[in-house]
Nanobody
Framework: QVQLAESGGGLVQPGGSLRLSCVASGTIYSNDFVGWFRQGPGKEREFVAAINWRLAKTWYTDSVKGRFRISRDAAENTVYLQMNNLKVEDTAVYYC?????????????????WGQGTQVTVSS
């Protein structure tokens, strides 16, 4: 089991930026995926972005394309989510999660290990 710890959330004005970090304790294997999900008030948890550990290939939900960027530092066992041009609708608790699926999957149930989440609030 891999333990994940997110950080970097906070309060930011619309148009602002934040960078979230997810540090993994344990081994992330080359074929694993690390994803970011978010859950807004009264909403279901939704996929935001994911990265394949070996290839660093990335996937994004449409609403964040061009604004968010996921990356990883294999030496530090850390995944980042750079969020630019933030909107009020990006307000949510953001979670990182690890999947051992053989292929990219956007469903939360395909992810085995989860962090505790970090709050992102976008408000003027």
């Amino acid at each position: 089991q891999v333990q994940l710890a997110e950080s970097g959330g906070g309060l930011v004005q619309p148009g602002g930026s934040l960078r979230l970090s997810c540090v993994a304790s344990g081994t992330i294997y080359s074929n694993d995926f690390v994803g970011w999900f978010r859950q807004g008030p009264g909403k279901e948890r939704e996929f935001v972005a994911a990265i394949n550990w070996r290839l660093a290939k990335t996937w994004y939900t449409d609403s964040v394309k061009g604004r968010f960027r996921i990356s990883r530092d294999a030496a530090e066992n850390t995944v980042y989510l750079q969020m630019n041009n933030l909107k009020v609708e990006d307000t949510a608790v953001y979670y990182c999660a690890l999947s051992k699926s053989a292929y990219i999957d956007y469903r939360p149930e395909s992810y085995n290990d989860w962090g505790q989440g970090t709050q992102v609030t976008v408000s003027s």
